[in-house]
């Protein structure tokens, strides 16, 4: 019996040999041999019928729009994208640089302090201050974000000096007591709206649109809010969570106007703002703002991503977030409004350039939303990757979210903050600046013309008298 498994243990080592012998000399062969039958497949095939008939298709109609028509002919319901992504290029801030300090004035030693302190509604009777200006925006508790990311997001900021926005989802209460400031988006839902909140708030931002889906709002079925989220938001069992297109029934200006004043009363005196979209009638809308008597305006750019809306809602709807917020800030300025009333831009901007290119165009402070949303699961994402998307360890509806790890998600996220406001400061230095108020777009100049005469800087081809003078 002993001879029999030696001589079967001696066959199956001489097969297992033979069988590597021949891959490592016949790999060549067998490559080969598929490269051929391949190669004379796809080069003396018909071009009807030829798989590569794909490469002048896909590049004509494009691999995103031929999966989501896919997607549409299948479900004939209404498509939602997850975490934006436009099948277009919009113009953005990456052919904008800095113009260092060199000859006069000169850079700053980097052992002197630069001040990125900021504060929102400076004309409210208690002002937000933040020490650098970067908040997160509204990514709400249940209809987006698990409640392990909020927390992780409400400890982050504490910890660096900034705020969190609340966004459209319940309000947790163990988020309200890790948080530092706490901006309560006032939403067009039934929840979240107690005055305990409302009296808690460092701001308040009434939420009238956004970039990706501009006002129109949603409805959450019960199947797709299940858990704890419900009874934070007060939903009954079978009930839909409803985001409505607007506060009041025939609503006007001077409704929304009601309840900026009576917001500014529960609250005690903290800033009332507004969030919008950003439209081609931006002017009109904040000058519609600016008669609210508001505190500070967020603008959301055409860029803005959000955890699922149609893609129509995406790609063509909103300017872009670079043309935002020249416009904005100018209008501000020629409205002698500038330093009364915070400016507030979001929507695409993902590397600390980014933020600080936006500030020196005239805002006081930006909204980080999906680059925190990357930096936030750092290497958790490990959990989910490479058969599921990374955010499923963020989403409420997440498969990997309760494997999510609260203690290394303020870790990644305050580290992010940490990071990107010291290349803020180190940029800052680097044009003679000590502190972000010297900051403005004098400071910019772009290698294109285009986007150089828009922004009303100067365009790095011509000599400096020249785009001066232009």
Do not use: C
Not at 41 to 60: A, C, K, S, V
Not at 214 to 225: E, I
């Amino acid at each position: 019996m002993t001879d029999i498994i030696l001589y079967l243990n001696f066959g199956m080592i001489v097969i297992l040999f033979s069988a590597s012998l021949f891959m490592l000399v016949g790999w060549r062969w067998i490559l080969k041999k598929i490269v051929r039958g391949t190669g004379k497949i796809i080069l003396t095939d018909n071009y009807q019928e030829n798989i590569m008939e794909l490469m002048p298709g896909l590049r004509h109609v494009g691999l995103q729009n031929v999966l989501e028509n896919t997607m549409r002919a299948h479900t004939g319901l209404l498509l939602e994208r997850p975490l934006g992504g436009s099948a277009k290029k919009w113009p953005h801030l990456d052919s904008i640089t800095f113009i260092p300090a060199q000859t006069s004035p000169f850079p700053i030693d980097k052992e002197e302090d630069v001040d990125v302190a900021v504060t929102l509604g400076p004309m409210a009777k208690k002002p937000m201050k933040i020490n650098i200006p970067l908040m997160i925006s509204g990514m709400g508790y249940g209809i987006s974000l698990s409640e392990q990311a909020r927390l992780s997001l409400a400890q982050a900021t504490k910890n660096v000096g900034t705020a969190l926005n609340s966004g459209q989802g319940g309000i947790l209460p163990e988020e309200l007591n890790a948080v530092g400031k706490y901006i309560l988006q006032f939403s067009k839902t039934e929840w979240g709206k107690d005055e305990e909140f409302i009296k808690r708030a460092d701001m308040i931002e009434i939420r009238l649109g956004q970039g990706a889906t501009a006002g129109m709002g949603k409805k959450v079925l019960p199947k797709n809010l299940t858990g704890r989220a419900r009874d934070v938001m007060g939903l009954k069992e079978n009930e839909d969570a409803i985001v409505a297109e607007n506060f009041f029934e025939n609503q006007t200006l001077m409704d929304i106007k009601q309840l900026v004043d009576e917001l500014r009363e529960l609250s005690g005196g903290v800033p009332i703002g507004v969030k919008i979209g950003a439209g081609g009638r931006i002017e009109e809308d904040i000058d519609n703002l600016i008669s609210l008597e508001v505190d500070f305006i967020v603008i959301d750019g055409g860029q803005a991503a959000m955890v699922g809306a149609p893609p129509i809602m995406f790609d063509d709807f909103g300017i872009p977030t670079l043309h935002a917020v020249v416009r904005a800030a100018n209008h501000l300025e020629k409205r002698n409004m500038k330093g009364k009333i915070s400016l507030i831009i979001s929507g695409g901007m993902l590397v600390p350039g980014h933020f600080l290119k936006t500030l020196a165009f005239g805002a006081d402070a930006v909204y980080l939303g999906s680059a925190m949303l990357f930096a936030l699961a750092h290497e958790q994402v490990l959990k989910a990757i490479p058969f599921e998307p990374p955010t499923q360890a963020l989403w409420y509806d997440g498969k990997f979210k309760d494997q999510f790890k609260v203690e290394d998600g303020v870790q990644a996220a305050e580290k992010f903050l940490t990071a990107s406001t010291e290349e803020i400061k180190i940029a800052l230095r680097a044009m003679g600046k000590r502190s972000l108020k010297e900051l403005s777009k004098k400071d910019l100049v772009s290698f294109d013309e285009l986007t150089a005469k828009m922004a009303g800087i100067p365009f790095s081809f011509k000599p400096w008298e020249d785009s001066a003078e232009n």
